[in-house]
Nanobody, 126 residues
Framework: QVHLVESGGGSVQAGGSLRFSCDASGALVSRRYMGWFRQAPGTEREGVAVIYTSGGGGIHADSVKGRFTISQDNAKNRVYLQMNSLKPEDTAMYYC???????????????????WGQGTQVTVSS
């Protein structure tokens, strides 16, 4: 099975930066897609960014495009989320996720991902 351990998060002023890491173990076939999701109180879980671990660049939600960047190391056992130009509306609990298959056009649907990290809080102050 896949095991995910997140690190990072915290509090930052608007305009600041944070970086998350997600350490992954288990068969690579079970984590072909690695992503970051977020959920604020009273809202649905929202996809932020996803990367295909076999190669290629990341896919980013419109709300974070140009500010956040997902990447992975060469060994494919660690995924990063670099968060720049943070806004108060980015405040949420953030989760690392892994999945084997993603249906076409549904890359940001949470039910595509079978394994989840424990979550880490991000708070952005104005």
């Amino acid at each position: 099975q896949v095991h995910l351990v997140e690190s990072g998060g915290g509090s930052v002023q608007a305009g600041g930066s944070l970086r998350f890491s997600c350490d992954a173990s288990g068969a690579l076939v079970s984590r072909r897609y690695m992503g970051w999701f977020r959920q604020a109180p009273g809202t649905e879980r929202e996809g932020v960014a996803v990367i295909y671990t076999s190669g290629g660049g990341g896919i980013h939600a419109d709300s974070v495009k140009g500010r956040f960047t997902i990447s992975q190391d060469n060994a494919k056992n660690r995924v990063y989320l670099q968060m720049n130009s943070l806004k108060p509306e980015d405040t949420a609990m953030y989760y690392c996720a892994a999945g084997e298959r993603v249906r076409s056009g549904t890359i940001f649907r949470a039910d595509n991902y079978a394994q989840w990290g424990q979550g880490t809080q991000v708070t952005v102050s104005s």
